[in-house]
C-alpha cells in the first residue's frame, strides 16, 4: 500500500514555472514507478509525464515536451514535476500515482488527492 500527498500547486501567470512534489509513504517506495496525470475542469484526466522506479526511463506527453521535467529521489520517496514555461492550457488538477509492475504506461494503482495549478493569461 502507499500513500500520495501531491503539493506545490498554486497561481501563476503564463510563461512561469511552479515545481510539483509528491511524497510517498512506505518503504517500497523505490520499487514504484511514478506518473503525473492532470484533468482540467470539465475534461477526462490525461497523462503528462512518467519515471521509472530507477529514474533511468521517462516518457512525457507531446503537449508539455521540453517544459515538464520529471524526476525522483528515492531517498527523501519523493517524485517531482518541474513546470517551465506554463500556459493558461496547463490549467488543471495534477495528480500523482504509483505502479508496481506496469512500467511507465500503467495502469496506475494508487492516486494522490491532487493539487490545483492555476496559470494566467
Known amino acids: 500500500q502507499v500513500q500520495l500527498v501531491e503539493s506545490g500547486g498554486g497561481s501563476v501567470q503564463a510563461g512561469g514555472s511552479l515545481r510539483l512534489s509528491c511524497a510517498a509513504s512506505?518503504?517500497?517506495?523505490?520499487?514504484?514507478?511514478m506518473g503525473w496525470f492532470r484533468q482540467a475542469l470539465g475534461k477526462e484526466r490525461t497523462f503528462v509525464s512518467a519515471i521509472s522506479w530507477s529514474g533511468r526511463s521517462t516518457s512525457v506527453a507531446d503537449s508539455v515536451k521540453g517544459r515538464f521535467t520529471i524526476s525522483r529521489d528515492n531517498a527523501k520517496n519523493t517524485v517531482y514535476l518541474q513546470m517551465n514555461s506554463l500556459k493558461p492550457e496547463d490549467t488543471a488538477v495534477y495528480y500523482c500515482?504509483?505502479?508496481?509492475?506496469?512500467?511507465?504506461?500503467?495502469?496506475?494503482?494508487?492516486w494522490g488527492q491532487g493539487t490545483q495549478v492555476t496559470v494566467s493569461a
Open positions: 512506505g518503504r517500497t517506495f523505490s520499487t514504484y514507478t
Open positions: 500515482a504509483a505502479n508496481k509492475h506496469g512500467g511507465t504506461s500503467g495502469p496506475y494503482d494508487y
